[in-house]
């Protein structure tokens, strides 16, 4: 057999005038992936962008390091072909 409410004693008893509540953001021991993914775009919003080379920087790169490498294949090829 159930007990009725009135029935229990006052500490069981669920009170009658209590309205659920909402929780908050912050009370909440768990982080949901919306919140995660808002941290995350301000943090990458709030950063500076990265440094990144001109036009002309690369293709200097690009120069130096493919000409040193085709001389060092010449040269080679010339010692060992003699």
Do not use: C, H
């Not at 919140?35 to 500076?48: F, G, I, N, Y």
């Amino acid at each position: 057999m159930v007990p009725k409410l009135k029935d229990l004693p006052a500490d069981l008893a669920p009170r009658r005038n209590t309205r659920p509540r909402l929780t908050r953001g912050y009370e909440t021991g768990i982080e949901s992936p919306a919140l995660r993914l808002q941290k995350d775009v301000a943090q990458a919003l709030a950063s500076p962008p990265p440094q990144k080379w001109s036009a002309r920087q690369t293709l200097a790169f690009a120069l130096v390091s493919n000409g040193a490498f085709w001389l060092a294949a010449f040269l080679g090829a010339k010692a060992l072909l003699g």
